[in-house]
């Protein structure tokens, strides 16, 4: 993104300017809409949601439907609130980030310096993996999880995202690194400094943006997991399918209150992530995708 | 001394493919391995648990003659083509309506993106009841007066899956426009002057210039969107948990209900085997063009 290319040659009329405004305005507002309705009606008490009207706010602020969804609601059979799901997704999300992100910088930086022959069909393989329907592999998983004791933990969550997160994670690094100048590493090795040294020295110090772009993608995604909680998590289930137990919950009145409480809570971890670092991960995806 | 030195330098050597092997190791089993057994899975008659009786093609026809199957095409076809077509035709206005030097561009540029941040089912809850007749839009719209408003597309087994379109498209229209604005700031302002001095309208400029150099981006966002319109199964879930009855069944809902709580595995490893051919399809030449234009 050159500084030159930013302003477009092409002008506009008065007219077609407010046009224009007024469209991006009423998008805008159209993706705000659900966040807003979220939010006012999840500090509202149940009675001004069944008989007022949603877009209203709240004549009595509450916070009862945050503290219910956190840590009294019914979720499934037993009324625990979201509290230990959360802490399941965390337990799960840390670790395989971590993990995925580690093996992916060191597979790019295989992949890319020390080239071997047929390495670029290696990576072909990884690559597809990223783009398979995992309804593919989730007969196999769950005997292969079965069997290795791991099935319905948070461990064998991790093993999962791991596995289906390192193409991805690969794939960032490889593209990354791809643009590096060889010559630096070339040199590095006529001096004699070995596979890791090289790796640790030289390649790390500068992997900051893409390491950024990793991690982002791997939290996001493994905290939005849905298929793989809800089919492998067993008594350890994630954050997103506490959620939809509480939503889709047949017994008893629907606190509609405390759905969106406890949807805000689901989608907090990765909106902060998104606040805080969403401007390094376009910045750090375009510097990868510069030069593939 | 030598020996040692001798098998320094081959460790070193062989470091690098030791070092990327696990990873390998690990797609080969369960991805390819995995991909495999569900292959052979879909020729058998496994019905809760998995078991190698020989059924040949059986479970396929089974699959092809279910009323459920073919709902779930159905749908499948509906909410791809709406989803992608549409996904694109607002990301590509967004982007071009963005980049002509708009004031607060980055307060809207968040405000597009941050619905990808979110999970699926956090999705659907918002919408689920957003939609909902009885509190959401339309007695919204009857509380401000419009007493005759209806809306009760998600109760309509005719109309649920366009609710689920709609969803889908707030989701991740947002992130096809920053797709679409990351290509439009990679094009070369010198053509568009060149275009203009020749007397080209604004009209004429997007049309003949600008959309056609964007064809990478419009070949990312059709393999992006393909692939999360075939995986689809969160959405669904939250939003309409595949009804009203069986009205949004999807390849996706399908494959889980008929695997894991139908007990008909075999046809479900079959139905999974058909979304993986589906997927493969549309990646595997855009894979192959990618790499190969890499090495080049």
């Known amino acids: ?292 | 001394m030598a020996t040692d030195a001798d098998f320094r330098t081959r460790l070193q050597d062989w470091l690098p493919r030791l070092v990327l092997a696990p990873s390998f190791a690990v797609t080969l089993l369960f991805v390819y391995g995995f991909i495999l057994f569900t292959i052979v899975l879909s020729f058998t008659g496994s019905k809760m648990l998995p078991r190698f009786t020989w059924v040949g093609f059986e479970n396929y026809e089974k699959l092809f003659a279910l009323p459920a199957w073919n709902t779930a095409i159905t749908n499948i076809a509906i909410f791809a083509s709406l989803y992608i077509v549409i996904c694109t035709v607002i990301g590509l206005m967004l982007a071009i309506f963005l980049d002509q030097k708009i004031r607060g561009e980055g307060m809207l540029r968040p405000i597009y993106l941050y619905p990808m941040a979110l999970s699926f089912i956090v999705t659907g809850t918002a919408w689920k009841w957003f939609l909902d007749p009885g509190i959401g839009l339309q007695n919204i719209m009857r509380q401000w007066g419009w007493e005759s408003f209806s809306f009760t597309w998600i109760k309509d087994s005719d109309m649920a899956i366009y609710t689920i379109v709609l969803a889908a498209v707030w989701q991740t229209s947002g992130f096809v426009m920053a797709m679409f604005l990351a290509g439009l700031r990679g094009i070369d302002n010198e053509i568009l002057k060149a275009a203009q001095i020749d007397g080209a309208s604004n009209w004429q400029l997007y049309r003949r210039i600008v959309i056609p150099l964007l064809r990478p981006a419009f070949l990312s966002a059709f393999v992006i969107l393909s692939h999360l319109a075939i995986k689809s199964y969160d959405l669904v879930v939250a939003l309409t948990g595949g009804g009203p009855g069986r009205a949004t069944e999807m390849p996706a809902t399908f494959m889980y209900s008929y695997t894991f709580t139908r007990n008909q595995m075999g046809i479900g490893a079959s139905s999974a085997v058909i979304m993986l051919m589906t997927i493969a399809a549309i990646m595997v030449p855009y894979l192959y063009a990618e790499l190969k234009e890499k090495k080049a």
């Not at chain 1, 966040?35 to 001004?48: D, Q, T």
């Not at chain 1, 992100?101 to 990884?126: C, E, H, P, Q, S």
């Not at chain 1, 606190?255 to 991960?281: K, M, Q, S």
Request: with cysteine; charged share 10%; aromatic share 14%.
């Open chain 1, 1 to 292: 993104m050159s500084a030159a290319s930013q302003d477009t040659a092409v002008s506009t009329g008065r007219v077609t300017r407010a046009f224009l405004y007024l469209v991006l305005l009423l998008f805008a507002l159209f993706y705000l809409l659900p966040l807003y309705v979220m939010g006012i009606n999840s500090v509202k008490p149940l009675a001004e949601i069944t008989g007022g009207n949603m877009m209203a706010l709240p004549s009595t602020w509450t916070l009862d439907p945050w503290r219910s969804a956190w840590s009294t609601a019914q979720i499934g059979v037993e009324p625990t609130g979201l509290k230990p799901y959360f802490l399941n997704s965390i337990l799960m999300v840390v670790p395989a980030v971590v993990i995925s992100t580690i093996v992916g910088a060191l597979n790019g930086y295989v992949l890319t310096k020390w080239r071997f022959r047929g390495d670029t069909w290696v990576f072909g393989l990884m690559l597809f993996s990223c783009f398979i329907p995992f309804q593919i592999v989730l007969i196999p998983m769950a005997v292969v999880l079965g069997k290795l004791g791991l099935a319905g933990s948070v461990s064998g969550l991790v093993l999962v995202h791991v596995v289906y997160g390192i193409g991805f994670t690969t794939l960032y690094f490889r593209n990354y690194y791809a643009s590096f100048p060889t010559e630096l590493v070339r040199a590095a090795m006529i001096d004699g400094a070995g596979f890791f040294r090289i790796f640790w020295r030289i390649l790390l110090p500068v992997s900051g943006p893409i390491a950024v772009v990793s991690v982002i993608w791997q939290f996001t995604n493994i905290w939005n997991d849905f298929l793989f909680g809800v089919s492998f998590g067993g008594t350890s289930q994630p954050m997103t399918v506490a959620l939809n137990n509480l939503v889709q919950s047949s017994t008893g009145v629907k606190e509609y209150n405390v759905h969106f409480a406890g949807a805000i809570l689901a989608a907090l971890p990765t909106l902060i992530v998104y606040i805080v670092a969403g401007r390094y991960f376009v910045r750090g995806l375009m510097a990868g995708s510069v030069k593939g």
